[in-house]
């Protein structure tokens, strides 16, 4: 496992259309984030997964985004009826964690998706 | 969103010299992480620090957790051409899994 994978690496999309990006984590990481990072700023929180969990969401995942872990291994990040302002790149990353204890690895992001609505 | 104040925002420097930049907070952190982001990639973690005042290398690069748990350092020694890229510092509180962000510091090596 040669760390964390996430596909499409581009994706350019007309307004209105509906999206969606895979992330697959290293495979012994039970924790799962996306994060949005747009030009010139630092990522942004956007959701976490325990396992299969949805454990916590941002106000910035409107009812447009919805992020799903099925299996507890990837996770799918849909957006629907895209708008220019959802032009960004979305990271994924994962870790190990324990209850409210963070194993001391840090987190390991993807390389992201690159999304352009036109 | 919430973003950590990063200073400096950008840095132009010659190969070999020296380079600090730090990140500061309105709330308190139990976890400081540091990271390099190169152009169309992901952030790679360089250091994780997890207690106040503590002090961690990582060859050229040292980190510092600051007493007050509001601030960190960063620090590169004899800078070379692969140190360039952007730098951003990520704070997590305890019992809270999101990490909130810097702005970020773009280092630049002036042929």
């Known amino acids: 496992d040669t760390g964390v994978s996430q596909n499409p690496r581009h994706k350019i999309t007309k307004r209105g259309q509906n999206v969606t990006f895979r992330c697959d984590p290293i495979?012994?990481?039970?924790?799962l984030y996306w994060y949005r990072q747009t030009l010139g700023q630092g990522p942004e929180f956007l959701t976490y997964f325990q396992n299969e969990a949805q454990l916590e969401k941002s106000r910035l995942l409107s009812d447009r985004f919805s992020a799903e872990r099925p299996k507890g291994s990837f996770s799918t990040l849909e957006i629907q009826r895209t708008e220019q302002g959802d032009s960004a790149m979305y990271l994924c990353a994962s870790s190990r964690g324990q209850g409210i204890l963070q194993v001391q690895d840090g987190y390991t992001f993807g390389s992201g998706t690159r999304l352009t609505v036109v | 969103g919430q973003q950590l104040n990063q200073s400096p925002q950008s840095m132009f420097i010659q190969e070999g010299e020296d380079v600090s930049m730090n990140c500061t907070s309105s709330s308190i952190f139990n976890t400081w992480l540091w990271y390099k982001q190169d152009p169309g990639e992901g952030p790679v973690l360089l250091i994780a620090l997890y207690k106040a005042g503590e002090l961690t290398s990582n060859g050229r690069l040292t980190a510092q957790f600051g007493i007050t748990r509001k601030d960190s350092f960063l620090n590169i020694s004899a800078s070379i051409p692969s140190d360039v890229g952007i730098y951003f510092c990520a704070g997590r509180s305890f019992g809270n899994e999101k990490l909130t962000f810097g702005t970020g510091t773009r280092l630049t090596i002036i042929p």
């Open positions: 495979s012994e990481h039970n924790r």
